[in-house]
């Protein structure tokens, strides 16, 4: 009877866990899709995750057409368009093989970028078909929204900008994200398939998933990351485009900036995360320089600068050489 009501009790906090994981994965891919209009529902985000499942419990062939029916169903539910439709069966594809790369022990980096390269290979089909029209009027009426908000409630007070000072910095922010459009775009289905990437190496890695197919294989701790060294390359070739002056040019090099440039502070956090561990920093401490960064923006480029030097200096191996060093020195006095 203890067993029992032990593996009762153990059953209900896994449901629960299952329940506060899904929704908040579910939560993440509704915010990365507010801003950003999206050729389906957000909730389609999170069809990889259910693929993977299924492909997990019946079989990759199995899945493949559980896949198929799914796009069908779509279709019969209603949804004729071929931008969505084609997303659906993209998202499908994405989650049937990130079951293979779970089937064959693939890091989960690696699943991550071979998974989404489909996606984004159709989100730029979407674009050239016509999306970036609809991401411009989508813009355009955000930024009417804002200026209604203005006219009505008098933002630039709160914000103790003047007027005209409200009215220059909703333009400049338009002309950003005119430019930023694909970019974003690509980034939020990057973000999309990474939550769906972190929600399967926390629901599928207990140990009776690998007789049921696999585990997905957990990423590393987030102070080990690391931009590929490719992406140096890309970085320079942004680069050159911007100082070519061509106009198509500049845009195509500031939306592969950007989205490089993210990674790199991204990376920049990551060492600096690595430094505090290995000094034994304090977690209010590291909290409030976290605070400080949210606070100063402009420090962001201490990190970007930091995470693009990582690439040739390794700073991570440098300081543990330095504690071996000082270790040694220790040891022999």
Not at 98 to 116: D, I, K, T, W, Y
Not at 140 to 151: F, K, M
Not at 290 to 317: E, N, Q, T
Request: charged fraction near 15%.
């Amino acid at each position: 009877m203890p067993n029992a009501e032990s593996e009762r009790t153990s059953g209900f906090a896994d449901a629960v866990r299952l329940a506060g994981v899904l929704l908040t994965g579910a939560g993440m891919i509704l915010v990365a899709s507010s801003d950003l209009p999206t050729p389906v529902p957000w909730t389609y985000g999170l069809l990889p995750l259910a693929l993977l499942w299924l492909a997990r419990r019946v079989g990759l062939l199995l899945g493949a057409l559980a896949a198929t029916a799914t796009v069908g169903a779509v279709y019969a539910g209603g949804v004729r368009e071929p931008a969505q439709l084609l997303f659906v069966a993209v998202l499908s594809m994405a989650g049937l093989l990130l079951s293979a790369f779970a089937r064959r022990g693939v890091r989960a980096s690696v699943a991550l970028a071979l998974s989404v390269t489909p996606v984004l290979a159709v989100a730029g089909v979407y674009l050239a078909a016509g999306g970036m029209q609809e991401l411009s009027t989508v813009l355009a009426q955000r930024l009417e929204e804002i200026r209604r908000l203005e006219t009505e409630h008098a933002l630039s007070r709160t914000l103790g900008l003047s007027t005209m000072e409200f009215q220059q910095a909703i333009e400049e922010t338009a002309r950003l994200w005119a430019l930023l459009l694909p970019s974003l775009f690509a980034l939020k289905w990057v973000i999309v398939m990474a939550i769906n990437c972190w929600l399967a190496s926390v629901l599928f890695r207990s140990g009776h998933d690998d007789a049921e197919g696999g585990a997905f294989p957990a990423f590393e701790a987030f102070s080990t990351w690391r931009v590929h060294p490719i992406a140096a390359w890309g970085m320079a070739l942004a680069l050159a485009l911007v100082v070519t002056r061509w106009s198509p040019g500049i845009e195509a090099g500031v939306n592969l900036a950007f989205p490089l440039a993210i990674a790199y502070a991204i990376q920049g956090f990551a060492v600096a995360r690595f430094a505090a561990i290995a000094v034994q920093m304090r977690g209010v401490i590291q909290a409030a320089i976290v605070l400080l960064v949210v606070l100063m923006p402009i420090l962001l480029v201490a990190f970007l600068g930091i995470g693009f030097l990582d690439s040739w200096f390794d700073f991570r191996r440098r300081i543990v050489l330095g504690m071996d060093d000082t270790l040694g020195a220790d040891g022999g006095t």
